[in-house]
């Protein structure tokens, strides 16, 4: 399952990340904005990370950085 992960910063200015399936819908998203960029790619990483997490289908996944997506894998 290829998944790609974007990060953004809201109308507020905070960073959020969202998670895209395949087709295009979102699969995950922040639940809350953070003051800077790092701290929401550690979150991201974290969540990603979780063995009971949803967005796994086996293994350990990795993060990608191409421009402002992010892929899972």
Excluded: Q
């Excluded at 290829?2 to 998203?29: C, F, M, Q, Y």
Aim: net charge positive; aromatic share 10%; charged share 25%.
């Amino acid at each position: 399952m290829t998944l790609t992960a974007t990060v953004a910063k809201d109308k507020r200015g905070e960073w959020r990340w969202t998670i895209h399936s395949r087709n295009g819908r979102i699969v995950g998203a922040s639940s809350e904005g953070y003051k800077n960029r790092g701290m929401c790619l550690r979150n991201l990483a974290l969540v990603t990370a979780r063995k009971t997490n949803s967005f796994r289908d086996r293994g350990t996944l990795n993060l990608f950085p191409v421009g402002d997506a992010w892929f899972i894998k």
